[in-house]
Structure formats: structure tokens, C-alpha cells
């Protein structure tokens, strides 16, 4: 709708904004796919992950960047989908990013959203 210039500016004020909430220096941001990003929070626990999840959601939606052909709201909207593990051995990056990817896609239909994974989901990943 408004072109490949209006939406890089759109996805580096996102990032922006992601780089800003994840402020600590052992954080890691970086662009995933076309319009996703990857958060990595290490040494955080399961609450503080889900509330910088919060955050970003927030801070995004607070930019105010018009979206005039979305559904869900009249301004760019994030859903994000996180997974903590803690003290789980043999989890590969593969097994951790389906389980990432699928609380994503919980997100993404409930639209402007936080979805974090059930530590119980990756216990039965492991087994």
C-alpha cells in the first residue's frame, strides 16, 4: 500500500523501538524473516521475558505508524510469540524456533499480541 521505501522505514523504526526495550547489552535483535525479528534474552526468567514481550508490543504500537489497510488496528501492530527455557539440556536452535514460531502464530491470530510458550510444551519436545 505505500510502497518498499514506506515499509523499510516502517520495519527500522520497529527495530528500532525492539533495540530500545531490549537495552541491555547481552540482548540480542536482529531481523528474522521479511517482517520478523528475533529477540534473544538471555539470563532473564519466564516473567521478565513475558513482560519485555509486553513491552515491545507497546512501545510498537505506541510509534503510531499509520496502517490504514489493517484489520485489527488503524496504526502498525506487533504479535509476538517467545519461549523460555531454563536448565533444559539437548534443546537444539531448531526445536527452540518451532516452539517459538508456533506461540507466534498463536499471536498472530489473536492479533496484536503476546503469546509465550508452556514450559510443558518443551518437556514433551525433549522426550
Do not use: W
Request: charged fraction near 20%; proline fraction near 2%.
Amino acid at each position: 500500500m505505500y510502497g518498499h521505501q514506506a515499509g523499510d522505514v516502517c520495519l527500522r523504526r520497529i527495530a528500532t523501538s525492539l533495540r530500545r526495550t531490549c537495552g541491555r547489552t547481552i540482548d540480542l535483535v536482529g531481523r528474522y524473516g521479511g517482517e520478523e525479528f528475533v529477540v534473544f534474552l538471555p539470563n532473564t526468567c519466564a516473567a521478565g521475558a513475558g513482560h519485555v514481550a509486553e513491552a515491545i508490543r507497546c512501545d510498537v504500537e505506541a510509534l503510531g505508524i499509520v496502517h490504514g489497510r489493517s484489520i485489527v488496528a488503524t496504526m502498525v501492530t506487533v504479535s509476538v510469540g517467545g519461549v523460555h527455557i531454563s536448565g533444559v539440556s539437548g534443546l537444539g536452535m531448531e526445536a527452540l524456533f518451532r516452539e517459538a514460531d508456533a506461540a507466534l502464530y498463536r499471536a498472530k491470530v489473536r492479533r496484536n499480541a503476546v503469546v509465550m510458550s508452556e514450559p510443558a510444551s518443551l518437556s514433551a519436545m525433549e522426550a
